[in-house]
């Protein structure tokens, strides 16, 4: 069977690393037939390059490389593909799957971090904050922007904005002005992050607030995208060889 290997970013905090592990595990329980490993970019280890030597050194002639990222910036359009061309695996079939955003399993997870802090839906006094990393990608600023729109226009808060904790605009207390100037009397945060790290700390503590949702972890609804994810670039890489 075609090995998934996961890669995400990869982070000093080891709390960033541990998640990553947490929702592999959710995935194995999802299929345990199916070898999964998890891989990283930099600042943490296994890196992919070692993990797709590993693969291959395990018998496995394919693998699916899944990006354990949230939107398609650079990391995804460049890091990746680069550090797949490094690993030099002519012996090794390798294809690389779609990042895991946008998808409303995402948002189902990423809402449902904030009903577990006690966010309900039709809480008129409350503003929301969607934040995510940031990217010097546009495109991948406004896929979180989008969201933000829909949620604001499903839910009976006060306002919904998207925010940044680098690269792009509003930062996080921009958007907590906003929120505020129309009638926000309280705000929660909901993350659009997958791991902890440096960046959702910062998030939290520029929001000024309690009501600050963990980032997505080892929710099942992620884990059951890492496999659509996968399920899907194997079904390409499939009608390519066939067409």
Do not use: C
């Not at 075609?2 to 982070?11: F, W």
Request: glycine share 6%; no cysteine.
């Amino acid at each position: 069977m075609t090995a998934l290997v996961a890669v995400a970013h990869g982070s000093r905090d080891p709390r960033s690393a541990a998640t990553v592990h947490e929702l592999l595990d959710v995935v194995r329980a999802l299929r345990p037939s199916l070898d999964v490993r998890a891989s990283f970019l930099d600042l943490s280890a296994p890196r992919l390059g070692d993990v797709l030597h590993a693969v291959r050194g395990d018998g496995h002639r394919s693998a699916v490389v899944v990006p354990l990222l949230l939107g398609k910036a650079f990391h995804a359009r460049v890091d990746v593909p680069g550090a797949v061309a490094e690993a030099r695996l002519p012996s090794l079939d390798v294809t690389i799957a779609d990042v895991l955003g946008p998808s409303p399993l995402l948002e189902s997870a990423a809402l449902r971090r904030l009903a577990s802090i006690g966010v309900r839906s039709h809480d008129r006094e409350l503003g929301v904050v969607l934040a995510g990393a940031g990217s010097s990608h546009e495109p991948a600023n406004a896929a979180v922007r989008a969201i933000a729109q829909r949620w604001a226009s499903g839910a009976r808060w006060a306002g919904v904005e998207a925010a940044f904790a680098s690269m792009a605009a509003p930062d996080v207390p921009a958007a907590v002005e906003r929120l505020k100037a129309r009638g926000a009397r309280r705000i929660a945060v909901a993350s659009w992050f997958l791991a902890p790290g440096f960046l959702p700390d910062r998030v939290a503590r520029l929001a000024e607030t309690d009501l600050v949702a963990t980032p997505l972890g080892a929710d099942p609804e992620v884990a059951e995208l890492v496999l659509h994810r996968y399920e899907a670039a194997l079904a390409e890489d499939l009608a390519v060889r066939t067409a």
